[in-house]
C-alpha cells in the first residue's frame, strides 16, 4: 500500500511559478514511480508528468514539456511538480499517483497507476 499527499496548490497569477508536492508514505520511496496528473473542470483526468523511483528518469506530457519539472527527494519520502509561467488553463486539481508495481509506467494514463492522493487546486488567473 502506498500513501500520497498532496500539498502547495493555491491562487496564483499567469506568469508566476509554483510548486507542488506529494509526501508518500508505506512502501519504501525510492521503489516506486511518481507521476503527477491534472483535471480540469469538465475534462478527463490528464497525465502531465512520471519521475521514476530512482528519480533518473522522467517524462512529460508534450502539452507541458518546458514548463513542469517533476523531482523527488528520497529523504524526505516526497516527490515535486514544478511549474513555471502559469497559464490559465493550467487551473485544475492535480493529483499524485503511484503504480502498484515498481516498473516505470509506459506511458502517462491514469490506468497504468494504482494509489492515488485526494488531490490539491490550482487556480491561475489572467
Known amino acids: 500500500q502506498v500513501q500520497l499527499v498532496e500539498s502547495g496548490g493555491g491562487l496564483l497569477q499567469a506568469g508566476g511559478s509554483l510548486r507542488l508536492s506529494c509526501a508518500a508514505s508505506?512502501?519504501?520511496?525510492?521503489?516506486?514511480?511518481i507521476g503527477w496528473f491534472r483535471q480540469a473542470p469538465g475534462k478527463e483526468r490528464e497525465g502531465v508528468a512520471c519521475?521514476?523511483?530512482?528519480?533518473?528518469?522522467?517524462k512529460y506530457a508534450d502539452s507541458v514539456k518546458g514548463r513542469f519539472t517533476v523531482s523527488r527527494d528520497s529523504a524526505k519520502n516526497t516527490a515535486y511538480l514544478q511549474i513555471n509561467n502559469l497559464k490559465p488553463e493550467d487551473t485544475a486539481v492535480y493529483y499524485c499517483?503511484?503504480?502498484?508495481?515498481?516498473?516505470?509506467?509506459?506511458?502517462?494514463?491514469?490506468?497504468?497507476?494504482?494509489?492515488w492522493g485526494r488531490g490539491t487546486q490550482v487556480t491561475v488567473s489572467s
Open positions: 519521475v521514476s523511483g530512482s528519480g533518473t528518469s522522467s
Open positions: 508505506g512502501r519504501t520511496f525510492s521503489s516506486y514511480a
Open positions: 499517483a503511484a503504480p502498484y508495481g515498481s516498473w516505470f509506467p509506459q506511458d502517462l494514463t491514469p490506468r497504468q497507476f494504482d494509489y
